[in-house]
Structure formats: C-alpha cells, structure tokens
C-alpha cells in the first residue's frame, strides 16, 4: 500500500494555531496516514501526541520530528528521539550538525532552501554552504505555502540537478501548517508501506532508498522491464481528499535526464511504455506528471528517480 | 517564589548569536519561572530612509527581483527583531520558546507548563537558560530575564 505523509506541521508548543490534540484530529479527519510534528527548536510537543494516540486509538501514525530553526536555514528532521543542541551551528559546516543528528538515527533534510531570508525572516533561506551532499537525506521541494516560483519551483531545480549530478537525495514536501489549513490540492509526500506497519521505520526505508512521492493526488508508478527494454508508467488514484481529474485533461509524462526531459501525454487508465532507447539510454530519470503542459503551475506529482545500470 | 536571579542587557543593530545565562541552584525546588522580556519589536516608522536601506540589502540578497512601493512598505512593518529563548537543566533541554512574545515565561509546576517546555518533576541543579537572538532590528534594544524558583504553593 502506499501511505499518505503530512511531514512539516507545527503545533502551539511554537508558533502555531492548534494545539498537538488539534494537529491529530485535524490530520485523521483529512485521512492521512501519518503525520509528522515539526515545532520551531522544541520536542515538547512529542509526549503529548503520543499520550492522546493511546488515549484516542486513531487509525494515524505520527512520526517525531523538528524543524531546526537556525540562522542560516531551517533543517527538519524526522525520527528524532532527543533534542541536540543546534546554537553552535557553523554557517560554513553544517555537516556537523547533519552528522550529530543522523547519527542520533534521525532522517535530515533541507526545508524550504529557496525561502525569503535576511532582511525580512533571518534563517527562512538555506544559507549554509555545504560540502558534502552526502551528509543529508532530503530536500522538501514543494513548501506548499511559499510562493511557487520564487520558492519551490527552485527547489525542485536544485533537487534535481543535484540528483543528476548523481547526489543520493531523496525529496519530500510539506504543509508548514501552522492552523487548519485548507490542504485539498496541494502535495502530499507518500510512501510505500504495510497495514500497521511502524511508521518510523517505513519512513527511513523510504528516504535512504529514495523511494518517496509527492502529489496533489495521483501517483506516478513506474515498473522497469530490463529484458524488454523500457519502463511502463501507470497513474494510480490516492483518493487524497480534494484533488479533482476532469475527463477533459491531458495527462503529460515528462522524463527529465541530464540530456533533456522527454514529453508524452498519458492515460490515467492505460500505462504507458517508454523504451531506453527514448531516453537515449540515460541512467538517471527523473518522472514527473503534468496536467495539460509542463509548465510548474501544473505539475501534479514526482515520482522517486530511476536509476538504471 | 523568590527571585534567584536578574539580568539585563542591550543589543545593537544586527546582532546574530546567543547571550547564556547560567544558574547553579543550591536546592531542589517544585515550581521555577523563567521570565524574559524586550523592547522595540517592529520599526516604529516606515521612513523613505529606512525603504532605501532595505531596497540595498534585497539588491544584494535577491538580485533581480523587483518589489512594489506597497509590497516593500508592508515587508518592512511586517520585519521584527526575533529572539528565541532556551532552557536546560544539568546539560538537557527542557524548553524553548519560539512564538515572538515581547514577554514571556517559561513556567514549570507540576500543574502547569508552558507551550514549549518539557515537564519536569522537580528543579534543582544547574539552569542554563540561552536567549538566541535572530535579528535585531535597532540598536538599544533592551532585554531583561529573571529565573524565579520556590515550592509549589497549595493556596
């Protein structure tokens, strides 16, 4: 099956609206399958979800995590099991928190890195010069309240060049709620995962084997025939609340390499067979799924990267 | 509760980095509120000076991109001086406030904790409390933080 992720939420333990209780309903009402809790620089909001999980026995995960909201860029961080201390943070060696915090067993990822900074909000942008690209899991592409172009249409660019350069980074994306937001029509991260299946773990597969998708509601599943040559896409529905085809949409299969992107329209019921030849035999394809053109304003879903020998 | 400790301070303009503060205390107690408080938060006019100041360092940070005289104004009354502020207790986080209050404790007492911070069954041992300062956007901004401490009162 594939779980339904909300992985950037803040709760009023920082700056939010609602309460952790108000974060799980909010989040079971809207039939996520698991949420993440990523309050500004404090895990106190941890023992409280986990006490009204037990109490309320909802059919929801919620994965501990936080946002490090640093001077130099905020970093998010799942399966996060205490709080290390950030302050000493080193705008020229971020590896070394990234380090500290994986080898707690936490996932680390970048949020936001395009967002507005100095002079309005000091730490939004990602200033940190990094090294070592290796050294953290995950970008969040899709901050889905910032501004599409100036904010996340960079993101997914620089995510994707980096994986075509041959960086191993898996990508997310999130609400950044901070109230109940309307959240019909805007990217959800999914993964692959059982029924009761731990959450936590599920997660860390996923993000170490880059195996994550974001979507504003279907998916784009690929499958990879190497005795026959290509890759068969198919659109599988996630009934992710809000999210509307018309019949009257083109569906575009757009297959970004590091020598162009190759277009072709798709059905949402019949797959589609791409032969390697097509892709002039490139290694590295990153899949994405358009409604009606490529433009970014109608990008409906990325898919994990394929990566072919 | 009584008043263990007091102190105050002034930042300057562009201040980035954190001030701590420690406190060893020489007995346990059940209830302990950390108070911390600022002055001057938004710019108190938006002045032709102050647009041409900002339009420089967005040249400089955003290179290209254009904002309207509206976009820029609304921009700058929305910039605040932003100050996080930390607590632990013997090396262990208990606590951070994010939420910008201009005045704000970090109370804990068996009955009550503040938004932010980790209960704690009982206070005692060494309190390091850190005000970590985002952005300052005056110089003479002035603060001032106090850890009170004591047993809880049954009144």
Redesign the interface.
């Known amino acids: 099956m594939y779980k339904r992720l909300e992985l950037h939420n803040h709760t009023t333990e920082s700056d939010s609206s609602i309460t952790p209780r108000e974060l799980v309903e909010f989040m079971s009402d809207n039939k996520v399958d698991a949420f993440a809790i990523t309050d500004h620089n404090t895990i106190s909001g941890h023992v409280k979800i986990k006490e009204y999980l037990r109490e309320a026995k909802l059919p929801i995960s919620c994965i501990y995590g936080m946002e490090y909201t640093t001077y130099y860029g905020h970093i998010l961080c799942f399966n996060l099991k205490e709080y290390l201390p950030w302050e000493d943070i080193n705008l020229h060696k971020p590896e070394l928190l990234f380090s500290a915090l994986k080898g707690k067993g936490a996932l680390v990822g970048i949020a936001h890195p395009f967002s507005y900074g100095h002079p309005f909000a000091r730490g939004c942008r990602f200033d940190m010069t990094i090294h070592d690209y290796s050294s953290f899991d995950f970008i969040e592409i899709f901050n889905n309240p910032e501004p599409l172009h100036e904010v996340n249409e960079r993101g997914l660019l620089w995510w994707e060049e980096l994986v075509l350069k041959g960086y191993p980074l898996a990508f997310t994306s999130g609400m950044d709620l901070h109230g109940k937001w309307d959240m019909s029509n805007r990217f959800a991260t999914f993964i692959e995962g059982t029924e009761g299946g731990n959450i936590e773990e599920e997660l860390a597969a996923a993000i170490h084997n880059r195996r994550t998708w974001i979507s504003k509601g279907p998916l784009l599943i690929s499958d990879t025939d190497s005795s026959h040559g290509g890759i068969t896409f198919s659109i599988l529905a996630t009934g992710k609340p809000g999210y509307i085809h018309s019949e009257a949409d083109s569906c575009l299969l757009a297959l970004r390499t590091k020598k162009g992107t190759l277009t072709r329209e798709i059905s949402c019921k019949v797959p589609l067979k791409i032969a390697f030849r097509e892709i002039e035999e490139e290694t590295v394809i990153i899949p994405k799924l358009y409604r009606n053109s490529t433009d970014i304003e109608n990008l409906v879903a990325v898919a994990p990267v394929i990566y072919l020998k | 509760m009584e008043k263990i400790y007091e102190a105050g301070g002034t930042l300057n303009k562009g201040f ?3 001030i701590s503060y420690t406190v060893c205390l020489e007995k346990e107690y059940g209830e302990m509120d950390i108070a911390f408080s600022f002055d001057k938060q938004y710019y108190s006019d938006v002045t032709e000076e102050l647009k041409q100041e ?1 339009t420089d ?2 040249n400089k ?2 290179p290209g ?1 254009t904002a309207s005289d509206e976009v820029l104004t609304d ?1 700058i009354r ?2 605040k001086t ?1 100050i ?1 502020t ?1 607590a ?1 207790m013997n090396g262990e ?1 208990i ?6 209050l201009t005045e704000r404790h970090m109370h804990y007492s068996p009955s009550f ?1 503040s ?5 704690q069954t009982r206070i005692g041992g060494v309190i390091k409390i ?1 005000l ?1 300062v ?2 300052v956007l005056m110089d003479d901004t002035h603060y001032s933080l106090s850890l009170s401490a004591g047993e809880v009162s049954n009144v």
């Open positions: 980035v980095g954190q900002i360092i967005c940070e955003y991109e921009a929305g910039m932003e996080h930390i632990a986080f606590g951070g406030i994010h939420k910008q904790t938004d932010g911070c980790i209960a850190t970590v985002f952005n």
